[in-house]
Structures are given as C-alpha cells and as structure tokens.
C-alpha cells in the first residue's frame, strides 16, 4: 500500500480546515478505532477478540508511531492500497472511485469489499464507521466459522475462497493472532488477585496456639523455591511462649 500518512503537516492541513470539519475528525490515535471496534464487535457477536483484531491487523496494518498498527482510513483498490490521514480523505477517495465505476474496493478497519459486502452496509459512511465495519465483519467471520469449524481457516476464507491464497493469508493471520493471544493471557494473569481469604474471618484469643491460613494466589513454578517475584502458597510459623506467631488463619463459625 502507498502510505500517506502526511501526519508531519497533519497541524497545518488540520489549521486550513474549516472548524467543523476538524470538529468531525476522532480526536483519539485512529489504531485505537479499530482496536475498540474489535472489542465491541466481538462482545456482540461471540467472535474472539483476537480473531478480529487479528484480522483488523492484517488487512491495514502500518507504522505509527514505531509500532505496526491498524488503520480506519485504509481503502485497497484492486490490489492497490493507500492510508489516508483522516476520514474524509478516505471517503472522498472512495466516492471518486464508484463514480467511476470501479467497485472492488476493501474498506475500513476490517477491509470489508464494497462489491461483495455493500449489501450489509447502507453506503460507504457505515462502511468507513470502525464500529459498524466491525460487527459485520464479526458476523461474516460467524458464517465462515460455521463451514469450517476453525477460526483459522475462516480468516482464510474472509480472505480468499482460492486455496492458495487464503493458505498465504492464513500464515499471516496466525501470527498475528498467537500475538493477540498471548497478550490476552498475559492481561488475565496479571488480573488475578493476589490475596484471597475467607468472607468471615476473625481471630480468638487465647492461650492455646494461634492458627492463621492465609491463602495466597501462587506464580510459582515450583513453590518450594524461594524464587524471586514468587507469592508461596502458604505462610506458617508455630507459636511459643516467647514468639508471636504467624500460622494459620481458620473461619470461625458465628
């Protein structure tokens, strides 16, 4: 694809325009468009996340800001792409093109064909809405799922139905997605609490030997090791009459 980005004289185009015109632009970095979109889309639809961010990644992805990114205002025209700088760019593009006839343009975040696709969409505004081009995107990512069964050989598929290039694009696409995955699970991971104890605890005094459990969320590979950033699984000490003890903490009954 042809980049034109023109994010260097981005301050100076956006100064020409008029103020409603810059008013209508996202004032959020446009990979994030298509990063929430995927996420909305696969709420609604059941689709992975990763499956569609995967894809999203694939069909436009492009530098910004030293990372490979999607890109809302990417338009492919057979064959031929281009990263527009904003919407209206891109929008424009794509009304010279119908006007002249040519109709085999991928579209948007998820890159979804005006000549195969138009029909989900009321025009090339919805078509060029992350949100919108996501959930059809989800929903025929759904129906390709149905005949194969394999999120991967329906990214094939959303691709191409010729064997060879949906073979091609399903070498892509599993990079991307194993990434996405591993990032999921990173994220839940880091979620876990670390602390977890009973809802009604509390402790009794007296001059019998103090129990104390408390449960601890282990990151151990082996809990036996002291190993560092490792949360062990248990604490205990044992009590006597000289030492304050730290054993376990059981719930009491009311």
């Not at 409603?20 to 709420?43: I, M, N």
């Not at 070498?171 to 876990?192: G, I, V, Y």
């Not at 670390?194 to 129990?211: C, D, N, Q, T, Y």
């Amino acid at each position: 694809m042809v980049l034109r980005l023109f994010l260097s004289i981005g301050g100076f185009i956006g100064f020409l325009l008029p103020t409603d015109a810059r008013a209508s632009e996202p004032q959020v970095a446009p990979p994030s468009l298509c990063e929430q979109a995927a996420v909305e889309g696969a709420r609604r639809s059941g689709v992975p996340v990763e499956v569609l961010q995967a894809i999203s990644l694939v069909e436009t992805g492009t530098s910004y800001r030293g990372t490979r990114s999607p890109w809302p205002w990417a338009i492919n025209r057979a064959g031929d792409g281009t990263w527009f700088a904003n919407r209206s760019e891109a929008l424009a593009f794509a009304q010279e093109a119908l006007i002249r006839g040519e109709t085999n343009l991928d579209i948007g975040c998820f890159q979804m064909n005006y000549r195969w696709h138009r029909e989900r969409f009321s025009g090339l505004e919805e078509m060029l809405d992350p949100v919108v081009s996501a959930r059809h995107a989800a929903e025929f990512l759904r129906e390709l799922y149905s005949e194969t069964g394999d999120w991967s050989a329906a990214a094939g598929r959303y691709h191409s139905r010729t064997p060879h290039l949906a073979r091609s694009y399903r070498e892509r696409f599993d990079l991307a997605h194993a990434s996405f995955e591993a990032n999921q699970s990173e994220t839940a991971r880091l979620d876990e609490p670390l602390l977890s104890f009973p809802k009604k605890s509390r402790l009794r005094l007296s001059g019998k030997p103090l129990v104390v459990t408390i449960k601890l969320a282990s990151h151990c590979a082996n809990p036996s090791q002291q190993e560092t950033g490792c949360v062990i699984e248990t604490v205990s000490r044992s009590r006597t009459k000289n030492v304050q003890a730290l054993t376990t903490l059981q719930e009491q009954p009311n």
